[in-house]
């Protein structure tokens, strides 16, 4: 991972605190995924260093596996940093579009189809018209009927298409669902191939990642290239779930349209506050909330709404304090850190607990004035 993508893990993972309007989720949360990337990045007559052409050959290998869902996840990270850029001897694209239809196709037919890869290939398929978009959203529907993120999508679209009869038809049926899922665990297979690539294939002597680390101040004799290149990948790969997730904003825009679908809104905000498994959603729903008691003019339901998104705002800020301990570094340094951010399936709770571990780890370290998670008042752990 370089530069970019240790500031998006930083993005996402502060963003929460960052959502202080509806406004503002309307605006930021439909960023195409293009503007995460530098101007420089996407010249295709840059030539690739030394660590990118290694990079691109990891990927492509992933996309050459039997592993449908292995082969999505390399064509993600091409697709997302590479897709514009050409090979430097045959200057042929990294990626072209036959390469991606076909293989989206694939996983729309495929009985082994996880959820992060349907996901993974609707937000690829936005901008491509012979994306088989209907399929894609047909199994997210079928294998997901009850998770409020898969109609994110379609909502948007009816927006586009204002169709407001579609509109509230979705909104009924989001009010409708049971949980708010977005995040997932790296795939053992995925982690297992990356492995064994590194192991045959080393990673250059100079990466962006060791190169970020020793001007942080960590020594070099204490990184191991390998086992950072291995760790940095699967945190990219993490960090995907928050790039290739839903877009909020289009719910907003749905509930102020159409005043009668008010109680939908709320069921949905409840449902986003009280069983999603991300910080970014529950903040969404907190918002979407204040919006349907703002539009109705329930004066007594907006204050107490607002105070308890004060109270979520305060919790995660002081938490987030915890996580600064070492300026961010130690999800590259340290395994433990490492391990709970791969294998968490609920950022709350991992937050939570990588807080607890950092403090005793601090802690023993003498480390002064440090804040105890306990007191930001933890909402997850032992739950």
Known sequence: MNKLLF???????GFAMAVETCDYVDESLETDQVDFVDDDSIDPNRALDEWEIWKTQLDQFLISQDNINVAISGMSHLDMLYDHRVDAVSRESLLGNQTKLKLINQLAESEMASFESLMKAQSMCSNEVDCPNEAIQARLE???????????????????????????????????TEYGQTLYKVDENYSHLVEA??????????????????????????????????GSIMI?????????????????????????????????????????????MTTVGYGLLEK????????????????????????????????????????FTDSKVQELYLNGTHEGLYLEQMALYLY????????????????????????
């Open 197 to 230: 690539y590194i192991e045959n294939h080393s990673a250059p002597e100079e990466s962006p990642d060791q190169l970020y680390l020793e001007e942080s101040g960590v020594e070099s004799d204490e990184i191991d290239l390998d086992s950072l290149s291995f």
């Open 360 to 383: 005793e780890k601090y802690q023993a370290k003498g480390v002064e004035g440090l804040t105890d998670p306990k007191s930001c008042g933890l909402r997850y752990v032992n739950k």
């Open 7 to 13: 500031g998006l893990l930083l993005l996402v993972s």
């Open 142 to 176: 079928q294998l997901y009927p009850d998770n409020i993120t898969v109609y994110f999508h379609p909502l948007q679209q009816a927006l586009v298409d204002e169709d407001l009869e579609l509109v509230a038809a979705i909104l009924k049926r989001m009010g409708q």
């Open 292 to 331: 349907a008691y703002e539009l109705s003019g329930d004066e007594k339901e907006l204050a107490s709404v607002k105070d308890e998104r004060e109270s979520f705002d305060t919790y995660w800020q002081c938490l987030a304090g915890v996580q600064s301990l070492g300026e961010g570094l130690d999800i």
């Open 236 to 280: 990219s790969e993490k960090i995907l779930s928050y790039i290739f997730g839903p877009g909020y904003g289009s719910i907003y825009k749905a509930c102020e349209m159409i005043p009668s679908s008010k109680s939908d809104c709320i069921s949905a905000a409840e449902i986003m506050i009280s069983k999603s498994d991300s910080i970014m």
